[in-house]
Structure formats: structure tokens, C-alpha cells
């Protein structure tokens, strides 16, 4: 059994990833207080180091959260790209340039990116970009990761616990389930595979 941190668990994305991690002592994190084991917030470093101090040792980190900001391109502030970027990208970036002094050798990371990055929609620019730019981290920062230290993403499409809410605006998409996200968060846990962007798409 392992120890894992998993950060958004009360979100629809975390809930599927937590059908996929039962086995394990999962710790819960997120910004909201009295919802979660620990408060944290990803864009800052202080919350994430002190997130790292309190919980002492750990396995893993999986990540489910990262705010995004959508507009049309032609519309879309730079304080509304900064949002996303400081959320999204750097937030989770954090996690692990942060996370990897403190986690257990041969830990693992796991990060959340997002299908729009393969298949854009109108208004997701910034989702878009920054769900790309976590896939390419992952590649590439797998190589320089200490004590045998494992990275990965999850990039699902839209869930079908997403799909009321979010199915208007994408057409064509076919959802997939929480259960099915949670085995990709299970493999990237569980399995031996590093630098690798797990799919999950009907």
C-alpha cells in the first residue's frame, strides 16, 4: 500500500482518478477548507511546501486540478492567459520541481492535461496550450527526475459526469467514464511507465 497525495479529490476528475487508487492510503488536498485532509494551493510554493511538510512521507502526488480561463483568442487578456498558465502549467509544474525534494524514492508524479490539446474547440485556447505544455514536460523532465522518481499525465476527454454540464460545447466528442480515467491514474500509480501522456479517448 502506498501513500498518495491527491490534490482536487472532490472534483469530477478527482473522483475518477480515487476509483482508480482504493487500494491505496490516499491523503486529500485542495483549496477549499474542511472538504479535503489538507489545504493547499497549487500556484503558490509556500502552501505547496507546507503541504509536503505535514504530510511527511509519501508515494505519489496526482494532481486533478488546474484553473482555466476561456475566451475567444482575439478577446483573451493577458491577465486571463496568466490565470491559466500560473494554474494549469506552472501550478503543476511546482508540484513536482517542489514535491520532487520531498517524496519517497521510486515515487511517482501524475499530472492532468486534457484533450483539447489534440482536439481544439472554440474559446479553450489557453486550456489548449497549457494541457500541451504539460504533456511535453512530462517527456521531457522523466529523463532529469532523482532517486528514480516516475512522471506521467492522464490527458482524458470530457467524462460522461462532465458531459451535462460541458457535452453542448463539444460536438462530436464521445465521454468516457470516471472508472475508465481511473485506471489511467492506477496505471501511471501502480505500473513502471515514466514520461508518458495516458490517453484516455472513446
Known sequence: ?????????????GKAALTGLGK???ITAGRSTGNYDYQVDITSEESLRKLYKDVGH??????AVGVCEYANFTEMTEKQWMNTIQS?????????RIGQ?????????????GILNVKPLPYAIADATTSGAIDTFVKCVAFEMPRGIRINSVN??????AWEAHGELMPGFQPV??????KAFERSVDGFITGQVIFVDA
Open 1 to 13: 500500500m502506498k501513500t498518495i497525495i491527491l490534490i482536487g479529490a472532490n472534483g469530477i476528475v
Open 24 to 26: 491505496h492510503n490516499v
Open 58 to 63: 509519501f508515494d505519489a502526488v496526482v494532481n
Open 88 to 96: 494549469k502549467m506552472m501550478g503543476q509544474i511546482n508540484v513536482v
Open 101 to 113: 525534494e520531498y517524496i519517497a524514492d521510486n515515487g511517482s508524479f501524475t499530472l492532468i492535461s
Open 156 to 161: 482524458p476527454t470530457v467524462l460522461e459526469e
Open 177 to 182: 467514464s470516471g472508472t475508465l480515467v481511473g
